[in-house]
């Protein structure tokens, strides 16, 4: 985990507390505190990081995990809501006690086929990237499946490998394509809107990017995986 503080230019690379690396961290959340969850896919554990702690220690849960990958938060609830690509589920905690799991593997509504990454809307839904099943579903904050759009291809509007997804204040969703090399951006019926990127090394273009966030200040954070670096935007706000 490495952790840049912008303000005064500091960096540092957060290890467990016995020293060692995390051999596979996927996703990371913060909760209103700073106070950071982190989930690696090979320990098939989640860890917990202060926002001015130099170790991450293991978060114990009631329930084993086989791959964790992405998570999200409910700031309100407080409910920890992690994604099992193993299992083809997603598990809802709340302080450690599993609450509930739902899902299966399938491609019916509300089942998943290597489900990846998660992000919880400032409205309370939940969307999932339902990645071998090319699509993004949508959840309340109980499970119950509410909607979802996406299908395989190789045009805009279609998916060919999505992973990271992200939505802004006004409701559009943001999903970065590994193998598109681009962000995808739809509004909040699924509808397509445009692309952000191509395949390249440039400003703008990525090379497999992977992970997404956008945050209060309406910055958006792409990770762009084989040119190894975080690209900022600023959000479109002239997009409807």
Same mark, same amino acid.
């Given at each position: 985990?490495?952790?840049?503080?912008?303000?005064?230019?500091? /960096?540092?690379?957060?290890?467990?507390?016995?020293?060692?690396?995390?051999?596979?961290?996927?996703?990371? =959340?913060?909760?209103?505190?700073?106070?950071?969850?982190?989930?690696?896919?090979?320990?098939?554990?989640?860890?917990?990081?202060?926002?001015?702690?130099?170790?991450?220690?293991?978060?114990?849960?009631?329930?084993?995990?086989?791959?964790?990958?992405?998570?999200?938060?409910?700031?309100?609830?407080?409910?920890?809501?992690?994604?099992?690509?193993?299992?083809?589920? =997603?598990?809802?905690?709340?302080?450690?006690?599993?609450?509930?799991?739902?899902?299966?593997?399938?491609?019916?509504?509300?089942?998943?086929?290597?489900?990846?990454?998660?992000?919880?809307?400032?409205?309370?839904?939940?969307?999932?990237?339902?990645?071998?099943?090319?699509?993004?579903?949508?959840?309340?904050?109980?499970?119950? /499946?509410?909607?979802?759009?996406?299908?395989?291809?190789?045009?805009?509007? /279609?998916?060919?490998?999505?992973?990271?997804?992200?939505?802004?204040?006004?409701?559009?969703?943001?999903?970065?394509?590994?193998?598109?090399?681009?962000?995808?951006?739809?509004?909040?019926?699924?509808?397509?809107?445009?692309?952000?990127?191509?395949?390249?090394?440039?400003?703008?273009?990525?090379?497999?990017?992977?992970?997404?966030?956008?945050?209060?200040?309406?910055?958006?954070?792409?990770?762009?995986?084989?040119?190894?670096?975080?690209?900022?935007?600023?959000?479109?706000?002239?997009?409807?």
């Amino acid at each position: 985990i490495h952790r840049f503080d912008l303000s005064d230019n500091q /960096y540092d690379l957060i290890r467990l507390e016995n020293g060692r690396v995390l051999p596979s961290p996927v996703a990371l =959340v913060a909760d209103q505190s700073g106070n950071v969850f982190v989930s690696d896919s090979e320990l098939g554990k989640i860890f917990w990081l202060a926002s001015d702690a130099e170790f991450a220690v293991e978060v114990k849960l009631d329930t084993d995990l086989k791959q964790p990958t992405g998570l999200a938060l409910d700031i309100v609830s407080g409910h920890l809501f992690v994604v099992d690509t193993a299992q083809h589920q =997603v598990l809802i905690f709340d302080n450690g006690r599993l609450l509930k799991r739902f899902g299966n593997r399938g491609k019916g509504k509300g089942e998943f086929n290597f489900p990846t990454m998660i992000w919880h809307h400032q409205d309370g839904t939940i969307l999932v990237t339902d990645s071998l099943n090319f699509r993004i579903q949508r959840f309340d904050a109980e499970g119950q /499946y509410l909607g979802q759009f996406g299908q395989l291809g190789d045009a805009s509007g /279609y998916h060919a490998q999505p992973k990271g997804l992200a939505t802004d204040e006004l409701g559009r969703i943001y999903v970065v394509d590994s193998l598109f090399h681009n962000v995808q951006v739809f509004n909040s019926a699924g509808q397509f809107l445009l692309n952000i990127g191509e395949q390249g090394r440039g400003q703008g273009q990525f090379w497999l990017p992977t992970g997404i966030f956008i945050d209060h200040q309406k910055r958006i954070y792409v990770a762009d995986s084989h040119n190894r670096r975080i690209q900022v935007f600023r959000n479109l706000d002239a997009v409807q």
